[in-house]
């Protein structure tokens, strides 16, 4: 009876982070963290990343269902993500926006095709292989500014955290993703000149993706993706 009380204490530890990942659960807007789920749409595989760098789910998440609500948020403001617990896997975050095409709304539109732009950033520091740091370790939510040239109009926000921990094997790098739902207003009539597809952007190779992040240590990270647009 000892053994199996111990046993399975010891099971409940390891197992319980693995059941309770962290997700990208609301808008941060005006400076208020919104409800959960109220402008991010809420996928099925609550406590698991997507591995698959070229599925549909790449794009917002497994089962990722259209929120009811879309934030309207002023061009040139602070936006972004808050987390249900802090992110607790080492790892790296780009965040992305793409404009809604016309016809369709932030809440009605998959996010398919070419049309995604980076937005933000958070890059692991190196400094030639004594050390690597995760600045995404404990993050508990991520603002990033919603460029002040953007035309009006419906946009979907992308987060991402990869977590790194298992990187060294092809699809071992783990993506948290949400997408959220926003009208831009007061912008300008700029947008970027060119863009990537989600999923698309990454092919799993990427040497900030298929990366071992503790033996040889990293003596420079490459972030995936594009640069952020400015
Ligand atoms: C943010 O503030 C603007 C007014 O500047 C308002 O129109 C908008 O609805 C607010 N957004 C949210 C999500 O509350
Ligand atoms: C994150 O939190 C853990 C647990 O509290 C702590 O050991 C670690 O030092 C923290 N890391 C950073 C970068 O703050
Ligand atoms: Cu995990």
Redesign the pocket.
Known sequence: MKFFAAALALAATVVSPVAAHYRWTS?I??G?T?TAYQ?VRQSTIYNSPVTDVSSSAFTCNQGATAAS?I????AGNPIGFALDQAIYHSGTLNAYMAKVPAGQTAATWNGAGNAWFKVGQITPKTNGGTSITFPTDNLTQYTFTVPSKLPDGDYLVRIEHIALHAASAFQGAQFYISCGQIHV?GGGSTLPSSYVSIPGVYNGHEPGIQINIYYPIPPTYTQPGPAVWS
């Open positions: 808008l807007v005006n208020t919104t402008y609500g934030a309207w948020t002023k207003f």
